[in-house]
Structure formats: structure tokens, C-alpha cells
């Protein structure tokens, strides 16, 4: 019988089929039901065997990952602002750009006690459970039109014990305020753009927006400041090159205060806006 790999050897041929090292690693600590956060113990074992089982497991994942999916659905399971998040096709793969919305909105909420926040087109939950960990005494509403998607986000927040109120709703559609919050992340990628061949494991309608990719943005801008408090913040995730149209789209529906922020990459990634009044967070 052929001795079995190494894990090092394991890695050695996933990467020489093209997977990145890092994306190698977290496939082979899922077979072996290691923790995602354990890669220090792979490096350290590095000369263990791979059993025969688990060796075909991993192929078969490396295979389905070098032809494009996420290896975010073929663990189930995604990190995002520190919470293990359970993650599947239903679902966009949170990306870890959306964190820099995350950042901006707590900053926001800092001096806002009870803060009363809306997360349009939830998904898997990121952006609401994020906020809803930072901010316990936040009341939290995540809306997705999916239900499938509200079925992964209410898993993942009965998983992880954290409060949010769930609500199957296109944008804010049938929903009430005042929030002292909207925060949405949602489809922006133009029908059409080539970047989609990279995202057909992605659900369709959690990417593309219209002609222009501005469909769903400029929705929520229209619809948002009639929901916000006095003093409320809108903040958007958007495309690469959408920051000036977004700046635009904010400051036509009446919004103040309107500015970009780049994400990790130095891309300006979200745009926000205040309504006008007294009360709401102090921070801009
Ligand atoms: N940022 C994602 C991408 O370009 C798209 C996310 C979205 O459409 N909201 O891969």
C-alpha cells in the first residue's frame, strides 16, 4: 500500500493546481475539523499524514475551487468582523472590504444610546450581527426581499446568540423607522461587467443591479431619508468607480454631510449622508 501524503505534500499539489496557499490551507483544516484560525497548527504538523478519506475530501474541494467557488461555501463558514459566520451559496460571500462599512458605522453610533439600526439586503447577516456584537444595546433590523438569505442570517444569529429582528422586505419597503441608521450593502456590479465570470457561484440578484449597477442604490437613497431619525445616517457600499455618483444620489434625495471612505484596498467603497436635525450622532 502507498504511504499516505504529508500535509505539506497535500498543499504542495493543491497549490500546483492553481489554489492560492492561503485558500489551500483553510481546505485542509475544514476536512481535518480544524478551527479556520488554526493555520499555525498546520504549519507545525506539517509532516503528518493525510488519510486516504480525508486526501479524497480535500481534492474534490480543491477541484470545485480551482473551477471559481468561494472557499467560503465549501466550508460552510466565513470570518467577518471577528464572528464565524455560517455561509452557502443563498448567501453573497461577505467580503472583507464591507468591514470598513461596519467601522464607519460604529464610529457613527459612538454617542447614540440604544441606537435604532436597519441592515437592507442582510444576506448572510454580516453588517447586522457585526453591529449588533459591538453594539448589544442596539436595536438591530435585517432585511433581505431573499428568504432564503433570512434563513442563513437568522441561523447565524441563533448560532452566535446575538439579538436582531429579521424581516423579509425589498429595501425598505412596509418597513417603519425612524433608524438612526440604514446601512445596506447591496447589489451594484453592472449587468453586463466582466467581472461577473469571476462571480457565478454568487447569487445573481445579490450582485447585479440594472444597466448602470445603480438600480438598488438609487432605490435606497430615495427611500431612506423618509425613514431616518433627525440626525440619522445613511451609509451605502458601492462599486469602484460609483463614490461620485453615490456622493450624487445622496446629496439629490436631501441628505447632509455626504462623504466617501475607501475600504482596505484605497478604494472608495462607501458613501453616507446625514438628515439634517438636532438629535442622532455627532461623529462625521
Ligand atoms: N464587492 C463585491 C464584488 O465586487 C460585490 C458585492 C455587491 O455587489 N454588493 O465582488
Same mark, same amino acid.
Given at each position: 500500500m502507498d504511504t499516505p501524503p504529508t500535509l505539506r505534500c497535500a498543499l504542495q499539489q493543491a497549490q500546483s493546481q492553481g489554489l492560492a496557499r492561503i485558500d489551500a490551507q483553510m481546505l485542509l483544516l475544514h476536512v481535518l475539523g480544524?478551527?479556520?484560525?488554526d493555520r499555525a497548527w498546520l504549519i507545525g504538523h506539517d509532516e503528518e499524514p493525510l488519510p486516504a478519506p480525508a486526501a479524497a475530501v480535500f481534492a474534490e474541494l480543491c477541484r470545485r475551487r480551482a473551477g471559481g467557488e468561494p472557499v467560503a461555501y465549501l466550508t460552510g463558514r466565513k470570518e467577518f468582523y471577528g464572528l464565524e459566520l455560517g455561509v452557502d451559496a443563498r448567501v453573497l460571500d461577505p467580503r472583507p472590504d464591507t468591514e470598513t462599512l461596519v467601522d464607519w458605522a460604529l464610529e457613527l453610533l459612538h454617542e447614540v444610546p440604544a441606537p435604532r439600526i436597519a441592515d437592507l439586503g442582510t444576506g448572510s447577516g454580516a453588517i447586522a450581527l457585526a453591529l449588533a456584537h459591538a453594539r448589544p444595546d442596539a436595536h438591530v433590523l435585517a432585511t433581505d426581499r431573499s428568504a432564503a438569505a433570512l434563513e442563513v442570517a437568522r441561523a447565524n444569529a441563533q448560532r452566535l446568540g446575538l439579538r436582531v429582528g429579521f424581516a423579509q422586505a425589498?429595501?425598505? @419597503?412596509g418597513v417603519d423607522g425612524p433608524f438612526d441608521l440604514i446601512v445596506s450593502n447591496p447589489p451594484y456590479i453592472p449587468a453586463g @461587467?466582466?467581472?461577473l465570470r469571476a462571480l457565478v457561484h454568487e447569487p445573481i440578484d445579490a450582485l447585479v443591479a440594472g444597466a448602470d449597477g445603480l438600480r438598488d442604490l438609487r432605490a435606497i437613497a430615495a427611500q431612506a431619508p423618509g425613514r431616518l431619525a433627525p440626525g440619522g445616517w445613511l451609509l451605502l457600499e458601492h462599486g469602484w468607480d460609483q463614490a461620485a455618483a453615490v456622493r450624487g444620489l445622496l446629496a439629490a434625495a436631501g441628505l447632509a454631510d455626504v462623504a466617501s471612505r475607501a475600504d482596505l484596498?484605497?478604494?472608495?467603497r462607501c458613501t453616507g449622508g446625514s438628515k439634517a436635525g438636532a438629535a442622532g450622532p455627532a461623529v462625521k
Open positions: 480544524r478551527p479556520a484560525n425589498h429595501w425598505l @419597503d @461587467d466582466a467581472h484596498g484605497g478604494i472608495a
